[in-house]
């Protein structure tokens, strides 16, 4: 068969500047999701409205504030388009979201979501958003990195009760492979930007998570919260 032959039977939709692949959500579980950053108000606008009319819902990550609000206004001037009052930006996680309810709960357990420090809390965020987007239950737990370990600890029988747990930590990133040693949940590491000249903007925690002493940690990259997040849900589909 050739490729055109296959692209006929491919259900995805043609803009002028994307090629949207409408069958994500039915392959892949979790319908394409957009990265806003780098595109115009107008661009993220006709996407989103493409992708809701497809599958009832739509999310665009790293958004920032003047874009969300420039999308709203370009929301409301397109024909037919769905009610402004179910597109929502939560703006510590960066996220524009189109959804008319919130999804039944998706997942087999709860997923939990770490941070060293308050500083990695816009990548926590995301993670989070992403989360409840897709409909998985999740809890934060902040601010327990391993410069006081008696913070982790006292959260040890929540620790121990999670499906799946994703940690956020930058300057040396040794709070996953901590973790990793007390639960037997997969732990997924996001090393983030955070820390002093030797952190190299994030790549000294990223080594310091892929050379994790403890088994049972997987590494994203950094300050890739969305990217946890997708792979947690995998792991926690029904």
Same mark, same amino acid.
């Given at each position: 068969? !050739?490729? $055109?032959?296959?692209?006929?039977?491919?259900?995805?939709?043609?803009? =002028?500047?994307?090629? #949207?692949? @409408?069958?994500?959500? !039915?392959?892949?579980?979790?319908?394409?999701?957009?990265?806003?950053?780098?595109?115009?108000?107008?661009?993220?606008? @006709?996407?989103?409205?493409?992708?809701?009319?497809?599958?009832?819902?739509?999310?665009? *990550? &790293?958004?920032?504030? =003047?874009?969300?609000?420039?999308?709203?206004?370009?929301?409301?001037?397109?024909?037919?388009?769905?009610?402004?009052?179910?597109?929502?930006?939560?703006?510590?996680? &960066?996220?524009?979201?189109?959804? %008319?309810?919130?999804? *039944?709960?998706?997942?087999?357990?709860?997923?939990?979501?770490?941070?060293?420090?308050?500083?990695?809390?816009? /990548?926590?965020?995301?993670?989070?958003?992403?989360? +409840?987007?897709?409909?998985?239950?999740?809890?934060?737990?902040?601010?327990?990195?391993?410069?006081?370990?008696? &913070?982790? #600890? !006292?959260? @040890?029988?929540?620790?121990? $009760?999670?499906?799946?747990?994703?940690?956020?930590?930058?300057?040396?990133?040794?709070?996953?492979?901590?973790?990793?040693?007390?639960? +037997?949940?997969?732990?997924?590491?996001?090393?983030?930007? /955070?820390?002093?000249?030797?952190?190299?903007?994030?790549?000294?925690?990223?080594?310091?998570?892929?050379?994790?002493?403890?088994?049972?940690?997987?590494? /994203?990259?950094?300050?890739?919260?969305?990217?946890?997040?997708? !792979?947690?849900?995998?792991?926690?589909? %029904?």
């Amino acid at each position: 068969m !050739s490729d $055109k032959d296959n692209s006929e039977h491919v259900n995805s939709a043609h803009l =002028e500047f994307a090629h #949207l692949d @409408l069958d994500r959500l !039915s392959r892949r579980g979790v319908g394409e999701v957009i990265f806003g950053e780098g595109k115009t108000a107008q661009e993220i606008t @006709l996407i989103m409205l493409t992708l809701v009319q497809a599958q009832g819902m739509a999310l665009c *990550t &790293r958004v920032s504030k =003047e874009i969300a609000e420039a999308v709203k206004s370009l929301w409301v001037q397109q024909e037919h388009a769905p009610s402004l009052e179910q597109l929502t930006y939560v703006e510590a996680a &960066r996220c524009l979201i189109w959804r %008319k309810e919130p999804l *039944t709960q998706q997942g087999r357990g709860l997923i939990l979501i770490l941070t060293a420090g308050t500083s990695d809390g816009a /990548v926590a965020s995301e993670a989070s958003c992403v989360l +409840d987007f897709l409909g998985h239950q999740i809890q934060r737990i902040n601010d327990v990195g391993v410069a006081g370990l008696h &913070r982790l #600890l !006292s959260h @040890l029988e929540t620790l121990r $009760k999670a499906n799946v747990i994703i940690v956020c930590a930058g300057m040396e990133g040794a709070l996953s492979s901590v973790v990793a040693g007390l639960v +037997d949940c997969p732990v997924i590491a996001v090393p983030t930007s /955070v820390g002093y000249g030797a952190n190299l903007g994030g790549v000294t925690a990223l080594l310091g998570m892929v050379n994790s002493c403890a088994a049972g940690v997987v590494v /994203v990259n950094i300050d890739n919260g969305f990217g946890a997040a997708y !792979s947690a849900a995998q792991i926690n589909r %029904k």
